[in-house]
């Protein structure tokens, strides 16, 4: 009898894999622009409040 190996677990963690990766990518992006976006709204606050 031949062995035929199981492959869908495979697919599985790869997909995983990709998840997280992306998950990582956002964290660090939304990290980085958080910062900056929190910014730009307090000049704009402050500028709101001086005119």
Do not use: W
């Not at 990766?21 to 956002?26: F, K, S, T």
């Not at 990290?31 to 001086?50: H, K």
């Amino acid at each position: 009898m031949l062995y035929m190996p199981r492959e869908e677990g495979q697919g599985l963690v790869e997909y995983a894999l990709i998840l997280v990766l992306i998950a990582i990518v956002v964290i660090v992006i939304l990290t980085v622009l958080g910062t900056q976006v929190s910014t730009v709204f307090s000049r704009i606050s402050a500028g709101l409040g001086t005119s």
